[in-house]
């Protein structure tokens, strides 16, 4: 998902995903820095799921902490564990 301002960067980030589905939609909420992204996934025996907290995505406030405006975090609530758990089935 992305704000007007950020779309040509989800474009460029969207075109170096091959082998992937890549929905995009309009982001709507000011705290994700005008981008936001869901991790999915498909297991071999049909499971499917989000393992990636709905809440992944670019913040400026490790900007504003240090007033550094080229400091940017991209920040996750996926639990690389339960990934590797959920490739290994």
């Known amino acids: 998902m992305a704000t007007t301002g950020s779309a ?13 589905t890549v929905t995009r939609a309009v982001l709507e909420h000011p705290y994700y820095g005008g981008l936001r992204f869901m991790i999915g996934f498909a297991s ?5 799921g989000h393992p990636a907290d709905r809440r992944t ?3 400026n406030w490790l900007a504003k902490l240090t007033s550094n405006r080229r400091l940017v975090l991209v920040a996750s609530g996926m639990g690389a564990q339960l990934m590797a758990e959920l490739c290994r089935r």
């Open 8 to 20: 040509g960067l989800a474009d460029r980030l969207a075109e170096t995903l091959r082998g992937v």
């Open 44 to 48: 071999p025996d049909a499971e499917s």
């Open 57 to 59: 995505g670019r913040s």
